[in-house]
Nanobody, 125 residues
Framework: QVQLAESGGGSVQSGGSLRLSCRAS????????LAWFRQGPGKEREGVAS???????AYASAVSGRFTISQDIAKNTLYLQMNFLKPEDTAMYYC???????????????????WGQGTQVTVSS
């Protein structure tokens, strides 16, 4: 069973930057779609960005132009560089992986089978 572990969350002021990392316990970045999701207080989980060999690189409109998703296959690590952070970016951020989207949009959580435990990002105004 592959495990994912996020790190890099924290508290920053509006306009600041953070880089989240997601380390996989095994060689899982091949033939996968990997994504970042977030869930704010009282909100549903939403897709932030995706990348992979079986899916397109995609961004939610709320983060496009500010966030960048990338991966280092040799290190089995997924990243999310977040710039120009806003208070509305405050949420628990999760990485997730799947080997079969079955036609689902890569930013929909429905087909993701492996999830990390999350890392908290708090942006103050």
């Amino acid at each position: 069973q592959v495990q994912l572990a996020e790190s890099g969350g924290g508290s920053v002021q509006s306009g600041g930057s953070l880089r989240l990392s997601c380390r996989a316990s095994a060689n899982t970045l091949h033939d996968d779609c990997l994504a970042w999701f977030r869930q704010g207080p009282g909100k549903e989980r939403e897709g932030v960005a995706s990348i992979g060999t079986i899916c397109s690189t995609a961004y939610a409109s709320a983060v496009s132009g500010r966030f960048t998703i990338s991966q280092d296959i040799a290190k089995n690590t997924l990243y999310l560089q977040m710039n120009f952070l806003k208070p509305e970016d405050t949420a628990m951020y999760y990485c997730a992986g799947t080997r079969a989207l079955d036609g689902y949009w890569p930013l929909s959580p429905s087909k993701y089978t492996t999830w990390g435990q999350g890392t908290q990002v708090t942006v103050s105004s």
